[in-house]
T-cell receptor, first 113, second 117 residues
Framework: DSGVTQTPKHLITATGQRVTLRCSPR?????VYWYQQSLDQGLQFLIQYYNGEERAKGNILERFSAQQFPDLHSELNLSSLELGDSALYFCASSTPNGAAEQYFGPGTRLTVT | QKEVEQDPGPLSVPEGAIVSLNCTYSNSAFQYFMWYRQYSRKGPELLMY????GNKEDGRFTAQVDKSSKYISLFIRDSQPSDSATYLC?????????????????FGQGTILTVHP
């Protein structure tokens, strides 16, 4: 158990809908990262937050957004969902200077039908 | 061309064998190199990370980095059926200073390993 928690574990929704994925980092970690894992693209970095501020951005779609709250938990919002958004979404966290040591949560499996 | 290349396998070995997993990369800006293990439908688990060229050992695992060749390896000695998983290499271009960091991990495609009894 990495100490990173994610909810829900599974999500099934229809095209066009909006969902919110939630992540709680390890105790003491200020950085939160979101990744998407699909069969064809592998694990892809989406976005990083550090202590509530956006720190780095990957190839995140405009339909996707994230935020980190004062209690350091983070939410990833996915809207206008398409079939191709079906994937595993992982959250990871690290200490302020420990970006090379990212600890991943169990993931949320999103299925868009 | 992908920044990080990893042979997806699959790789099948008998129990007790030495396993060698490899990745190559093209961007010399990568400074830290990680190996993750991912069991089916689970989150990636950090096995090891290294910074400089050379070897780093942890139990049955040895990570090797050759920055001049842009080549990294993970060796697993005395492999066990419980080592059966997907192994992902990952790299990062650097962390910031002054208590902050930015950390986009770039992953290889992963190598599927099966260790059979």
């Amino acid at each position: 158990d990495s100490g990173v928690t994610q909810t829900p574990k599974h999500l099934i929704t229809a095209t066009g809908q909006r969902v919110t994925l939630r992540c709680s980092p390890r105790s003491g970690d200020l950085s939160v990262y979101w990744y998407q894992q699909s069969l064809d693209q592998g694990l892809q970095f989406l976005i990083q937050y550090y202590n509530g501020e956006e720190r780095a951005k990957g190839n995140i779609l405009e339909r996707f957004s994230a935020q980190q709250f004062p209690d350091l938990h983070s939410e990833l919002n996915l809207s206008s969902l398409e079939l191709g958004d079906s994937a595993l979404y992982f959250c990871a966290s690290s200490t302020p200077n420990g970006a090379a040591e990212q600890y991943f949560g169990p993931g949320t499996r999103l299925t868009v039908t | 061309q992908k920044e990080v290349e990893q042979d997806p396998g699959p790789l099948s070995v008998p129990e007790g064998a030495i396993v060698s997993l490899n990745c190559t990369y093209s961007n010399s800006a990568f400074q830290y190199f990680m190996w993750y293990r991912q069991y089916s439908r689970k989150g990636p688990e950090l096995l090891m990370y290294t910074y400089s060229s050379g070897n780093k050992e942890d139990g049955r695992f040895t990570a090797q980095v050759d920055k001049s060749s842009k080549y990294i390896s993970l060796f697993i000695r005395d492999s066990q059926p419980s080592d059966s998983a997907t192994y992902l290499c990952a790299m990062i271009k650097g962390t910031g200073a002054g208590g902050t960091s930015y950390g986009k991990l770039t992953f290889g495609q992963g190598t599927i390993l099966t260790v059979h009894p």
